[in-house]
Every structure is written in C-alpha cells, then in structure tokens.
C-alpha cells in the first residue's frame, strides 16, 4: 500500500543501512524538492547529514530566514549557510543582458557551493561519502533513466569538485511526483510554507530586475514581492495560481502624482499565472479586488515605484519569467 508513512519508513531503513558510519551533504535551494529530501535523509542520519544554503542575496523577503529558522527547527538539520550577497553583487555589477546574469548567476552559485562542501569535506570525523539530491520521478523519465528501482548511482566530480572524489548520490525521491513529495514533506513535519511552496527561479531576483541588478533595487523589488504574495494568501488565490512573478522596470521611468508632487519613477509588473507544468501558461484572472488592494499598497509602501501593471500574455507567446 503506498502511504507517506511507508515511503518515509522504506526509505529511513534504506538509507540508515547505505550510509553507515559515513556523512552525507545536500544542498538547499529553498525550493520543496532539496527541503524535502534533506529532511527524510536526516531523520534517517541525523547529524551525519550536513546542509548548505548559498545565500546568493537575490531571495525574496524572508527566504534565507525560512531555511535557517523554519527548517532548521522542523527538522534539526545541521545547517551551513553561505553569505555570498557581495560575491553576487559585485559579478552582477553593470550587467543587463537576461542571458549575461543567468550565467554570471549559475557560475557563482557552483564555486560557493563547492567551497562550501569543501570545507565541510575537509572537517574532521568520518569521510564523506554521498551526496544527497532531491530528484524526482518526471525528472528521471524526463534524463531517461527509467523506472528502476534502485536509488542511488556512483556519480562522479559532482559539482566540480577534484575528480578523484567521487560521491554516491542518494535520491530519495526518485520514485515520487510533486504532490507525494508535498505529502511525504508534511508527514515529515515541514512547514507549510515550505511544503506547498510555488516554484521560484534559481537565478531568484536577479532575473525579475529589468536592467541593471543592485542593492536598492533588489530590495525595492523585496517590498513590492512580499505585498503581492501577503495580499494574494490573505484572498486565499495561492492554490489557484501556479506562481506570480513581480518584476521590476528599473530601466523604465513613468510620470505620476502623489501628494501634491510630481514622480517620476519605476512600474512593477504582476505576472499571476495558472499552469499544469510551466510549459504553457495563461495569465491568471484575478480578483480585481485584490489587484487593487496589491496596487495601492505598492504604490504607498514601496518608494520609487508610481505605477503597477497587470501582465496579461499568455505562456507561448510570453515566457512566465520575464527574462
Ligand atoms: P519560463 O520563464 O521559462 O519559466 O516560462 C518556466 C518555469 O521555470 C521557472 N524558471 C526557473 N527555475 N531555474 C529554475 O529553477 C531557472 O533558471 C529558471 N528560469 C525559470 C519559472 O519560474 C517558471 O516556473
């Protein structure tokens, strides 16, 4: 019978028996795939599983927080968290080009990482031997890897570190799809902040900033996010919609007035969307209630943006991200 409680029970034996005395790492995205693997490989191996979060400074508001309190209290996960913000800055600086800040992005991530399990390799206590990844089942069909059973492969000079290393993969999750993956991250205790988490892009803000990215802008665009996602969970619409992308025009100005002045600043764009798979998108009718609601308020509390903008293009023509 497939219930959570047997998947979790099934893959606890399997690992304890797996890794033995030896340690395990795994990286955290903040996304619900790396959450939810990380948990069930703990609660088989405790403090021989360490984590890494490559704080990359383009989360949204209270992101970072979330994987350090939140997780770190549902699961006792021993937790290394990098603080890269200035690294990311600094290579992001003068760069507009979407595709330039992908790989700048993607580049910097893998050399924090890897320093990062690095230095946990170089501790002292028992070798590290496995990597744990939060594959699941689409994503193996999808590598054409089929359906067999068997969770765990050699895999080699994982994430570039020296070629002599070499790692075991385990994927706990291998056998599941996203809805069983929620459920087993339930039964394991996650929050459900974490556990029903919409998908958010690696490269994080940095690709929802029009332009240039810097500092204030990232944090202006923090605000205008953390309005949208408060209003749109206070009407209840986070199950209705696949995600909604707030991105900021930095390199756009328009005229507006506020008080008895005159502005001149930056639109934000909303880009609500419902979706089964990411691969087609239509944009989302929402409430016009609550677009009103999300507009006032980000027009009052976020300086420098006078205007907000409703995205209304579906998924082909328009990508769901804006860059
Ligand atoms: P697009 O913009 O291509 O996005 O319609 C499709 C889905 O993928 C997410 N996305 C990403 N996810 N790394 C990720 O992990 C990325 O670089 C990335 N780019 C886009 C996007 O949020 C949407 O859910």
């Given at each position: 019978?497939w219930?959570t409680?047997?998947?979790i029970?099934?893959?606890?034996?399997?690992i304890?028996e797996?890794v033995?005395?030896?340690?395990?790492?795994?990286?955290l995205?903040?996304?619900?795939?790396?959450?939810?693997?990380?948990?069930?490989?703990q609660?088989a191996?405790?403090?021989?599983l360490?984590?890494?979060?490559v704080d990359?400074?383009?989360?949204r508001?209270g992101?970072t927080?979330q994987?350090e309190?939140d997780?770190?209290?549902?699961?006792?996960v021993?937790l290394k968290?990098v603080?890269?913000e200035?690294?990311f800055l600094d290579?992001?600086?003068?760069?507009?080009d979407?595709?330039?800040?992908?790989?700048?992005?993607g580049?910097?991530?893998i050399?924090?990482?890897?320093?990062?399990q690095?230095?946990?390799?170089a501790?002292?206590g028992p070798a590290?031997?496995?990597?744990?990844?939060?594959?699941l089942?689409?994503?193996?069909?999808e590598?054409g890897?089929?359906?067999?059973?068997?969770?765990?492969?050699s895999h080699?000079?994982v994430?570039?570190?020296p070629?002599?290393?070499e790692f075991?993969?385990?994927?706990p999750?291998?056998?599941?799809f996203k809805d069983?993956?929620?459920?087993v991250?339930?039964?394991?205790?996650l929050?459900?902040e974490?556990?029903?988490r919409?998908?958010?892009p690696?490269p994080?803000?940095?690709?929802?900033?029009v332009?240039e990215?810097?500092?204030e802008r990232l944090?202006?665009?923090?605000e205008a996010?953390?309005?949208?996602r408060?209003?749109?969970?206070?009407?209840?619409?986070?199950?209705d919609?696949?995600?909604c992308p707030?991105?900021?025009l930095?390199?756009?100005?328009s005229?507006?007035?506020?008080?008895?002045?005159?502005?001149?600043g930056h639109p934000?764009v909303?880009?609500?969307v419902s979706s089964e798979?990411a691969?087609?998108a239509?944009w989302?009718?929402?409430p016009?209630d609550?677009?009103?609601r999300?507009?006032?308020?980000?027009?009052n509390?976020?300086?420098?943006?006078?205007r907000?903008?409703?995205?209304?293009?579906?998924?082909?023509?328009?990508?769901i991200e804006?860059?």
């Amino acid at each position: 019978d497939w219930t959570t409680g047997n998947v979790i029970e099934e893959q606890v034996t399997a690992i304890r028996e797996l890794v033995g005395d030896k340690r395990a790492i795994c990286g955290l995205s903040g996304g619900v795939d790396s959450a939810v693997a990380a948990a069930l490989v703990q609660k088989a191996i405790g403090s021989q599983l360490t984590c890494v979060y490559v704080d990359h400074g383009l989360m949204r508001k209270g992101e970072t927080e979330q994987v350090e309190k939140d997780f770190v209290a549902a699961t006792g996960v021993q937790l290394k968290v990098v603080d890269a913000e200035q690294r990311f800055l600094d290579a992001l600086a003068g760069v507009s080009d979407p595709e330039e800040k992908r790989k700048i992005i993607g580049r910097e991530f893998i050399r924090v990482f890897e320093q990062a399990q690095a230095e946990i390799i170089a501790d002292e206590g028992p070798a590290v031997e496995f990597l744990v990844q939060g594959t699941l089942y689409p994503d193996v069909v999808e590598s054409g890897g089929g359906t067999g059973t068997a969770n765990i492969k050699s895999h080699h000079n994982v994430g570039g570190l020296p070629e002599d290393l070499e790692f075991k993969l385990i994927e706990p999750l291998r056998k599941l799809f996203k809805d069983e993956v929620r459920m087993v991250g339930q039964e394991l205790g996650l929050p459900e902040e974490i556990v029903q988490r919409q998908p958010f892009p690696g490269p994080g803000l940095g690709i929802r900033i029009v332009g240039e990215v810097t500092k204030e802008r990232l944090d202006l665009l923090r605000e205008a996010d953390a309005i949208a996602r408060e209003e749109l969970t206070a009407a209840g619409l986070d199950r209705d919609i696949w995600q909604c992308p707030v991105v900021l025009l930095a390199d756009v100005r328009s005229v507006g007035v506020q008080g008895d002045g005159r502005t001149y600043g930056h639109p934000i764009v909303l880009r609500p969307v419902s979706s089964e798979d990411a691969m087609t998108a239509d944009w989302s009718r929402l409430p016009y209630d609550v677009l009103a609601r999300i507009s006032t308020r980000i027009t009052n509390e976020v300086r420098d943006v006078n205007r907000v903008v409703l995205d209304v293009t579906s998924k082909p023509p328009g990508t769901i991200e804006w860059e």
